[in-house]
């Protein structure tokens, strides 16, 4: 899979299809080098979908989105399944359909033998390098037409890798050791299929990495590192970037670490600065949404999706504020601009007070694009000590004021967050 050399990648996870023309846009300035698109989009607005992907000009890849039907909440039509992800169990093969859609229940490792896994394997290069790529002009022409639209002009064939489906692995259950023979023979199977490039994701328990089941993990790692996959994709289920605990920082930082020497490529499925971070270890970029998904839990596919919170990027923080929080740490630091890329250097005009204007959902998306392309930059030219202590400067000048002003959006009189979750930073990655 061809990646940009010379600093962290930055992927841009698909989401909501009224992105599509600001997605358009961020690929035109090159704010992104790949799009991810989760399948379940996919295979819901089958006819639609692929073209807007494939005329964004960038390379893209496909989530499988299979974890989803190892869980019971999801694949009980007694439960009401929604019909993306029922048209995506017809995607993996008959067995799957058969289990899920038919039988309605969950798979459970028993059910991946070695024609099972082999249909599934067969089903994502016909689904990922198949459907997708040739999504027939006539449907589509229909749906503009309908639209009173011109339709995109796809400029991009097939995913940049095939992506093994995989399943998530569970600190503490008896059934983990068999879920990741599974993934592995899935990985395994998409190889023999003679595709040229085969991605995989490692998908588990944050607990992992603060050191439940060592013996279980030690397993994972070791499998993962000799797996037949070109590129990984790390996905510790709900992992926060700015966390407060050092221990599961630091047990990401260890992950890496241990991949790293295999030569695989390395990519946070969802993540921010903190995974920017771990490509001077050897992570080789992150992937997330705009203003949104830069981490996620492994249900969070059964809630429903409403609009996302309108929020300004404080690139010196490495962290999202609401528009209300930003406006008063600005007024009680005297209004600076906090940002000079150039959506700001136009918003602001040297007044921070004018912070107001990022309620505008398209100019906060762009702004935060170009600040994370910023850092991406910026790790790339600086070494860790560098980085890491300008993190200590940014804890230093803002944490005392930023706490120590009330909470706008609080009823009940509480302070705001601080920046603790830089000085975890600093502990996970080697600074006491």
């Known amino acids: 899979m061809l990646l940009h050399a010379g600093r962290p990648n ?12 600001i997605i358009r846009e961020i690929a035109r300035r090159q704010l992104t080098d ?3 698109v989760p399948a379940n989009i996919l295979a819901h607005q089958a006819a639609v979908t692929p073209y807007y992907v494939r005329s964004f000009g960038v390379p893209y890849l496909i989530d499988p989105m299979s974890y989803l039907f190892s869980r019971t909440d999801w694949c009980r039509p007694e439960g009401g399944m929604r019909p993306s992800v029922a048209k995506l169990a017809r995607t993996m093969g008959p067995a799957v359909e058969a289990i899920c859609c038919d039988a309605g229940r969950a798979l459970v490792p028993r059910d991946l033998g070695d024609s099972a896994v082999a249909e599934i394997a067969n089903a994502a290069v016909r689904f990922q390098a198949v459907d997708v790529p040739e999504t027939p002009s006539r449907r589509i022409a229909q749906y503009f ?17 095939i992506t093994a489906p995989y399943f998530h692995l569970e600190a503490g259950s008896n059934e983990t050791s068999n879920w990741l023979d599974a993934n592995m023979r899935v990985v395994d199977a998409l190889r023999a299929t003679g595709t040229p490039s085969v991605a995989c994701v490692l998908f588990f328990s944050q607990e992992f990495l603060e050191g439940s089941d060592p013996g279980t993990w030690s397993q994972i790692v070791r499998s993962y590192a000799a797996c037949a996959a070109d590129t990984i994709f790390l996905w510790p289920d709900d992992f926060r970037d700015d966390f ?6 630091r047990g990401l930082a260890d992950l890496v670490r241990a991949l790293a020497p295999s030569g695989r490529t390395l990519i946070s499925l969802y993540g921010g600065y903190y995974s920017l971070l771990l490509y001077k270890l050897g992570l080789s970029g ?3 949404g705009i203003l949104y998904t830069q981490h996620r839990r492994s249900d969070a596919a059964g809630s429903r999706a409403g609009p996302p919170p309108v929020r300004y990027y404080f690139p010196a923080f490495h962290q999202f504020r609401t528009i209300l929080q930003a406006s008063r740490i600005l007024q009680a630091a005297g209004n600076p601009v ?19 204007e990022f309620e505008d959902l398209a100019r906060a998306k762009m702004h935060f694009m170009s600040a994370r392309m910023g850092e991406a ?8 000590a560098t980085l890491l202590a300008q993190l200590e400067a940014t804890y230093q000048t ?24 830089l000085q975890a930073w600093r502990g996970a990655l080697g600074v006491s």
């Open 10 to 21: 930055v992927f841009l996870r698909y989401g909501l299809a009224r992105d599509k023309d």
């Open 244 to 249: 407060h605990r050092t221990g599961v920082g």
């Open 338 to 356: 906090p940002c000079d890329c150039p959506v700001c250097q136009r918003t602001f005009a040297g007044d921070g007070s004018r912070i107001a």
């Open 398 to 421: 803002w944490h005392l004021l930023v706490s120590g002003l009330p909470n706008p959006e609080s009823a009940f009189g509480s302070y705001m967050e601080g920046l603790d979750h």
């Open 145 to 161: 037409r309908f639209l009173r639209k011109d339709a995109p002009t796809p400029s991009g064939g097939g995913p940049a890798a």
């Open 34 to 36: 790949a799009i991810v």
């Open 286 to 288: 992150i992937s997330h």
């Open 377 to 384: 930059e910026a790790v790339a030219s600086q070494d860790l």
